[in-house]
């Protein structure tokens, strides 16, 4: 059996089948019961207005017995009664109560006054279990029909009841198992390599919850195909052009159509080390993935660090460009990185902030947060990044603008992803927020040093601004 509708439908239909037996059972014990004790109501007074009428015509209990026993159907209805006057002494009854005896004070106790108008004619009570009627004695004809319609009624209850719980079984069945159909023939067209899938999501329960992470992962595998495609295709690109430039110089000069110079030799030395640089940049990312990146960590003044990046590229805007400020406190817990990764990534950063910002004031700044977090921050007044831009910044050979072609000392698209892959090295997190025309920030959160260094001092922001000369 290894369908699952069948399954649930045969699990309902057992549910629906015990539920309809086990009432069944008991609405025809409770109805044969519940006749029984009509009827023993109902004979007690048959009997007692017999007695009434009889002790009225008669004017005493002489005979009483040739009564009870010789009509119909009062010999059935006084088979356990003890009847006595108003004396005690039984004038009817069974062992152990003759006719003849005295009833003692607890009989009397227990036994009932028979009245009529009001007057003690005698007293009765009865021995034993009440008598039950059998049905298949003519005289109770009507009971026993009304007993079978009843039983009738409920078998045909019980069978409807399981045709019910059949088409409710076989209805839900089918609702459950047809998601779970769809992400099996889903998942199996996956696995043919048809990765643009997608189910339908009927409910909001589990099975609907796991269909919306079918989706997702759909999704998300979508994108990673594609973006793997794209940076294949964007690799290409990136060592087709040096190399393009090598194979023209190198068979120039082999061919004597060039004559080798030092500026030849200049340029194509540039490419190679840009064929370098680009290998150095796949192999980082690459250990980053495979969680191997080695990293000399040590307790580093965040201020120490922002001061490094920020002296690094004094000279590029000692004559024209924008400020370069450092803000951060004194007294900030120094953080557990590698220094070498961390200038890396600070340096990478201003780089993209002068490249983008003409005039204005690149700022470094640095701050404590909660949880053991440091925050750095890297904003500029650049021209900003486009809101479309903004989800894949970090993205391999990601470019804002895809038609541009390599420009001498550009980037090939890495470096922002080799910052975040160091970043996380480190435990940390990087995000950026932006606006067309106004400026970019790049913050930065990574954990203190196990043991906190503090640095006395003022709470004052430090300024390192470069100096410019002017003719």
């Not at 643009?196 to 999501?201: G, N």
């Not at 340096?347 to 470094?364: D, F, P, S, Y």
């Not at 940390?428 to 959160?445: E, K, L, M, P």
């Amino acid at each position: 059996m290894r369908s699952l509708t069948l399954k649930l439908t045969l699990a309902f239909l057992l549910v629906g089948l015990i539920g309809s037996l086990l009432v069944a059972l008991i609405v025809g014990f409770r109805t044969r019961s519940e006749v029984d004790l009509f009827l023993s109501v109902r004979d007690r007074t048959i009997l007692l207005n017999a007695l009434r009428s009889y002790h009225q015509a008669n004017g005493g209990w002489e005979g009483v017995e040739q009564l009870l026993e010789r009509t119909a159907p009062l010999d059935f209805y006084s088979r356990n009664l003890i009847l006595a006057d108003t004396n005690g002494i039984v004038v009817y009854g069974r062992r152990p109560y003759l006719p003849g005896r005295q009833l003692g004070r607890s009989a009397i106790a227990r036994a009932e006054p028979l009245r009529s108008d009001g007057d003690i004619i005698g007293y009765f009570f009865f021995v034993g279990p009440p008598p039950l009627p059998v049905l298949s004695d003519p005289r109770w004809a009507a009971e026993a029909a009304l007993l079978q319609r009843l039983a009738a009624a409920t078998v045909l209850s019980a069978i409807g009841a399981t045709v019910v719980a059949l088409v409710v079984g076989v209805v839900l069945a089918r609702t459950l198992t047809r998601p779970i159909r769809e992400l099996t023939a889903a998942t199996r067209a996956m696995a043919q390599g048809r990765l643009d899938q997608r189910v339908t999501v009927r409910s909001r329960d589990e099975i609907g919850e796991l269909a919306q992470a079918f989706n997702q992962m759909s999704a998300d595998l979508g994108q990673a195909i594609q973006a793997r495609r794209q940076m294949t295709a964007d690799l290409a690109h990136d060592l087709r052009t040096p190399l393009s430039i090598l194979r023209g110089y190198t068979e120039g000069l082999q061919d004597g159509r060039i004559n080798g110079s030092p500026g030849i030799y200049q340029v194509m030395h540039g490419e190679v080390e840009h064929l370098q640089r680009l290998i150095d940049d796949l192999r980082l990312l690459s250990l980053a993935d495979a969680g191997a990146l080695s990293l000399n960590r040590r307790a580093v003044d965040p201020r120490a660090l922002l001061e490094r990046a920020a002296l690094a590229h004094m000279v590029q805007v000692e004559d024209h460009g924008p400020d370069i400020r450092v803000e951060a406190s004194d007294s900030l817990p120094a953080v557990w990185v590698d220094t070498d990764r961390m200038a890396q990534v600070l340096n990478n950063l201003v780089a993209n902030a002068l490249r983008h910002t003409q005039e204005g004031e690149i700022v470094l700044a640095a701050r404590e947060a909660e949880n053991q977090r440091i925050v750095i921050d890297v904003r500029d007044t650049g021209s900003g990044i486009a809101p479309e831009d903004l989800p894949h910044i970090f993205e391999r050979f990601y470019r804002a603008d895809p038609a541009r072609t390599r420009e001498s000392g550009q980037s090939a698209g890495l470096g922002l992803a080799i910052a975040k892959a160091i970043v996380e090295a480190h435990g940390g997190t990087i995000s950026v927020t932006s606006t067309v025309g106004i400026g970019t920030t790049f913050t930065i959160t990574l954990p203190v040093a196990p043991s906190p260094e503090t640095h006395a001092g003022p709470q004052t922001a430090s300024y390192a601004r470069v100096n410019r000369s002017h003719p």
